[in-house]
């Protein structure tokens, strides 16, 4: 397929996702939570184009030079839309840095990406509630949330599903500020691609903390599947698309959210996860 035309067919299926899913109304704020990678690049990309008006957050996790150049590439293209971003430092906002923390929770036998999740998750939703924002809007595409739904299969943890979708993060009390993922029918490959070809100041490479060995495991199986069934990824993903009413209704959290006693977020038991985390130094 020639450049251009894969270019307006990209944009179109995003705008499409928007629309169907109902991603975004009329007259609402929207934060992109950008990485500096470019799935969160092209999300904010696209979405600046169609005319939202969106801001972009970044969390700055405090990895070395790899944390340094994604900021650095995210302030100069914000610059240059005129988007406003707002970076918080982890170590401002919580007081330690990543690789801190995931040496930390390393010697305590988890994976290095599990802390960084949690408290990403918990900061965003913090920072989005308190600036004001509706929606949330994250990078994440086709594959991962292919990735997503075969762990969840896999692993025995069909509840989970309830939680994915285009839009996630329903919850009584109106304390989660709503994830909407705009690049959701966008493999991977072709988000690559689309970012390269506009030339978007990204990192390509991940993280260098990262070492999700489940994960990756799953990506490669999942990508075995992908080329002997072409569009086994996509398939998944619409299916669990159609089972997410029945899902949610089946899985509705029987307790009740509530606020955490430390720090106010939502939360399933008396101490959020990231507070019970950061409790662990003091
Ligand atoms: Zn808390």
């Given at each position: 397929m020639k450049d251009t035309v894969f270019i307006e067919s990209f944009e179109e299926r995003v705008k499409n996702t928007i629309e169907k899913y109902r991603l975004i109304e009329a007259g609402e704020r929207v934060a992109v939570a950008c990485s500096g990678g470019k799935d969160s690049t092209a999300a904010l990309y696209i979405l600046d184009k169609l005319g939202y008006n969106p801001d972009a957050v970044i969390i700055d996790l405090e990895i070395g030079e790899y944390s340094g150049k994604n900021l650095e590439n995210l302030r100069g293209f914000c610059a240059g839309k005129g988007i406003k971003l707002h970076a918080i430092s982890i170590k401002d906002a919580v007081g330690h840095t990543i690789p801190f923390i995931s040496a930390a929770m390393s010697r305590e036998g988890f994976g290095p990406c599990h802390a960084c999740g949690i408290l990403k998750r918990w900061l965003l939703n913090k920072m989005a509630r308190e600036m004001g924002f509706d929606k949330v809007a994250t990078g994440h595409n086709l594959d991962d949330e292919a990735q997503n739904i075969f762990m969840n299969f896999v692993q025995g943890n069909l509840g989970f599903c309830a939680g994915l979708g285009p839009v996630s993060g329903h919850a009584e009390g109106g304390m989660f500020v709503e994830r909407i993922k705009p690049l959701y029918f966008c493999p991977e490959e072709e988000t690559r691609r689309y970012s390269q070809i506009i030339g978007f100041p990204v990192v390509y490479e991940p993280c260098p903390l990262s070492a999700d060995t489940f994960r990756t495991f799953i990506k490669g199986e999942?990508?075995?599947?992908?080329?002997?069934?072409?569009?086994?990824?996509?398939?998944?993903?619409?299916?669990?698309?159609?089972?997410?009413?029945a899902l949610r209704r089946q899985y509705k959290q029987s307790g009740k959210m509530r606020k955490c006693r430390k720090c106010g977020e939502p939360s399933r038991s008396e101490v959020c996860r990231a507070c019970e985390l950061l409790g662990r130094w003091g």
């Open positions: 999942l990508d075995n599947l992908e080329a002997a069934m072409p569009g086994a990824k996509r398939n998944m993903a619409d299916n669990l698309v159609a089972m997410l009413p």
